[in-house]
């Protein structure tokens, strides 16, 4: 099992930002597809945006483009999701993933993706 832990979730105003991050220890995310999801109360898991292991490649999910931006940073072995303008229906318990392939299947689905990390809840609120 890869041990990714993503963090920066937390409280934020509508309109608000947030940064999550995802990062790995004792290996490297370099050769991995990287996926974002989310999870809100008494739905299904839903991809929100994903990466390629180059980072030359990204795909998201219609209710999160144009606000949502996903980066790796290889060297950190860090990869970033920044959440700009959030909205109350963002609010969720957000995940990341590692696969071994990148796909543009759009959104992300979940079964291309074989670890994941515990997730952080992030609550979009006034």
């Known amino acids: 099992q890869l041990p990714l832990v993503e963090s920066g979730g937390g409280l934020v105003q509508p309109g608000g930002s947030l940064r999550l991050s995802c990062a790995a220890s004792g290996f490297t995310l370099d050769y991995y597809a990287i996926g974002w999801f989310r999870q809100a109360p008494g739905k299904g898991r839903e991809g929100v945006s994903s990466i390629s292991s180059s980072g030359g490649s990204t795909n998201y999910a219609d209710s999160v483009k144009g606000r949502f931006t996903i980066s790796r940073d290889n060297a950190k072995n860090t990869v970033y999701l920044q959440m700009n303008s959030l909205k109350p229906e963002d609010t969720a318990v957000y995940y990341c993933?590692?696969?071994?392939?990148?796909?543009?299947?759009?959104?992300?689905?979940?079964?291309?993706?074989?670890?994941w990390g515990q997730g952080t809840q992030v609550t979009v609120s006034s």
């Open positions: 993933a590692a696969g071994y392939y990148y796909t543009d299947f759009h959104p992300p689905r979940v079964d291309d993706y074989n670890y």
